[in-house]
């Protein structure tokens, strides 16, 4: 299981630390506004009220043994500096961090973030991609040449076992969970068989993704 420490809990933190649990992984999400902190506590592992700006409240969190932390704050270019700062200095292992703009980005890209995101330029692509692939139901960039789709089982998949299907020799991609009547498999076994009201979370390259959705 991965763990993951989501710094700033505004509408980009507070998603992306409830998608991280529902996908099984160990969530500590933090905040320093109390009332933010309280509308995650039940979808997340962990939640507390702490100062991302004080090294030592980081170090108390054992920020360093999380596989990744987030860096989510939304209101203070500063504090998005200094909450950056303070983890890669405890050795945090993977940072990525919210950019508000461009010369954010370059700022936080200098201090060491492994990976910079804009949200309102993520959300523009994934729906570029959703419109000319309609059947995907969501889609996460991981790097340029590869991330993780969402999209119904195919038909010619149906009572099917992963065994059989084989996907990853067959395609190149990986499942990774299977969410069917709002639970969630994670890591489904070689004899998990795929039902028709199944929503698939695939992981793979570009264009092994794109043969799926072509299924």
């Known amino acids: 299981m991965k763990s993951y420490i989501v710094i700033g809990l505004g509408r980009f933190g507070s998603e992306a630390a409830r998608r991280l649990c529902e996908l099984g992984c ?19 592992t962990h939640a507390v009220v702490a100062d991302a700006r004080d090294k030592e ?10 596989d990744c932390a987030i860096v989510a704050i939304g209101g203070s270019l500063a504090d998005s500096v200094l909450a950056t700062i303070n983890l890669k200095e405890l050795g945090v292992p993977y940072l990525v961090a919210k950019a508000h703009d461009e010369t954010h980005r370059h700022v ?9 995101v804009i949200p309102e330029q993520e959300n523009a692509f994934r ?28 038909i010619r998949w149906m009572d099917k076992s ?45 264009y092994s993704l794109e043969a799926v959705q072509k299924l």
């Open 108 to 116: 936080l890209q200098k201090l060491g973030a492994d990976r910079v």
């Open 162 to 206: 992963l065994l059989e299907l084989n996907v990853r020799a067959k395609l190149g991609v990986t499942i990774i969970a299977v969410k069917r009547k709002g639970k969630i498999t994670v890591s489904p076994a070689a004899q998990f068989r795929i039902r028709q009201e199944d929503i698939l979370v695939v992981l793979g390259d570009n």
């Open 57 to 66: 409240v980081l170090r108390s969190l054992g920020a360093a043994s999380f």
């Open 127 to 154: 729906l570029a991609r959703s419109l000319s692939a309609p059947n995907v139901l969501d889609y996460i960039e991981l790097s340029s040449e590869c991330g993780i789709i969402e999209i119904p089982a195919p």
């Open 26 to 44: 160990e969530v500590l999400a933090v905040d320093s506004h109390s009332d933010l902190v309280q509308q995650v506590s039940n979808e997340v």
